[in-house]
């Protein structure tokens, strides 16, 4: 299993109006996208950030589908620009041991397929995650 977090913190000039419609985009992500096994969205718990989603799929194939799925740009358009402080990253209990190394790869071949999303990731404040050049 992949299970893929995103963590974040939103600007304080995002109203609860916006974070809700936000937060409803990634419960929408977890109903619609075919290959998310589970999810869970919510409050993130004992740290800088305020929430988090945390989605399960099975492989490579099933995380680059949930990564390039209608719904999941749908949530990038709707919440990259309201969000301070975003940190997403993925954690595994395959042990292949160049794992880092593919999902690295479907995160930049995602950013390629969608130079408007990597544009928005690239305009969040303090970004972290998957498929960027440090």
Sequence with gaps: MIYHINRAKMK???TPDQI???LESWREQ???VPSVKSFIIGRDLGGDFEYSAVFAVEDLD???EYLTHPTTYATDDLGLNLVEDLTIFDVSDDDDPEL???IQELHRRRNELNPEVAGMLADVPTYRGAGVDD
Excluded: W
């Design 30 to 32: 977890g109903r619609s």
């Design 100 to 102: 880092n190394a593919k």
């Design 62 to 64: 099933g995380l680059f």
């Design 12 to 14: 304080a000039s995002a």
């Design 20 to 22: 809700e419609a936000a």
